[in-house]
T-cell receptor, first 116, second 110 residues
Framework: GAVVSQHPSWVICKSGTSVKIECRSLDFQATTMFWYRQFPKQSLMLMATSNEGSKATYEQGVEKDKFLINHASLTLSTLTVTSAHPEDSSFYIC????????????FGPGTRLLVL | SQQGEEDPQALSIQEGENATMNCSYKTSINNLQWYRQNSGRGLVHLILIRSNEREKHSGRLRVTLDTSKKSSSLLITASRAADTASYFCAQGTSGSRLTFGEGTQLTVNP
């Protein structure tokens, strides 16, 4: 089946630093990727839709200058948490939508971010 | 909030028993999907049911969809300890967006 990877799987950083998370579709091309955020014991909340070659679409309440998204190729999207603060600590999960009109999104394994 | 609701929030059963989880949603859908998440891990797609379907099976999984009630259910038959996980429904709407329900934490005791 289709595989989506994320790197790093976990990261600890100091408050005020920026953290970049990569999401790659390994065996298929994805014109659209999604970034979700999940707090402990809660559901996934969509943060933004990443479109290859164009600007990301952010959900209401998500700061685009805080969470920078770049989708430079059909297999890679990056999420950069800028000037991270402890409240940004969370589990970030990406998913990829395979080109060709399939209905299933394939999810990455997630990245756990801890901001000290 | 556009999130759907799932009940129960937590379910604890014995191995071999059946587990039923319910999901309600608020908006029109193209499809409804069920995912599984082991603690601290990513999501695994279980099954997708389209808006014009009423029931779907996959192995020990059975999903129903009632669009008039805006609800779906996931039944896991003959549960195993390895089925312990969180289960989420997700509403698929136009533009490939998924809106996740709040999830059900299933614990299957050996």
């Amino acid at each position: 089946g289709a595989v989506v990877s994320q790197h790093p799987s976990w990261v600890i950083c100091k408050s005020g630093t920026s953290v970049k998370i990569e999401c790659r579709s390994l065996d298929f091309q994805a014109t659209t990727m999604f970034w979700y955020r999940q707090f402990p014991k809660q559901s996934l909340m969509l943060m933004a839709t990443s479109n290859e070659g164009s600007k990301a679409t952010y959900e209401q309440g998500v700061e685009k200058d805080k969470f920078l998204i770049n989708h430079a190729s059909l297999t890679l999207s990056t999420l950069t948490v800028t000037s991270a603060h402890p409240e940004d600590s969370s589990f970030y999960i990406c998913s990829a939508w395979a080109t060709g009109g399939q209905e299933t999104q394939y999810f990455g394994p997630g990245t756990r971010l801890l901001v000290l | 909030s556009q999130q759907g609701e799932e009940d129960p929030q937590a379910l604890s059963i014995q191995e071999g028993e059946n587990a039923t989880m319910n999901c309600s949603y608020k908006t029109s859908i193209n499809n409804l999907q069920w995912y599984r998440q082991n603690s601290g891990r990513g999501l695994v797609h279980l099954i997708l049911i389209r808006s014009n379907e009423r029931e779907k099976h996959s192995g020990r999984l059975r999903v129903t969809l009632d669009t008039s009630k805006k609800s779906s259910s996931l039944l896991i038959t003959a549960s195993r300890a390895a089925d312990t996980a969180s289960y989420f429904c997700a509403q698929g709407t136009s533009g490939s967006r998924l809106t996740f329900g709040e999830g059900t934490q299933l614990t299957v005791n050996p």
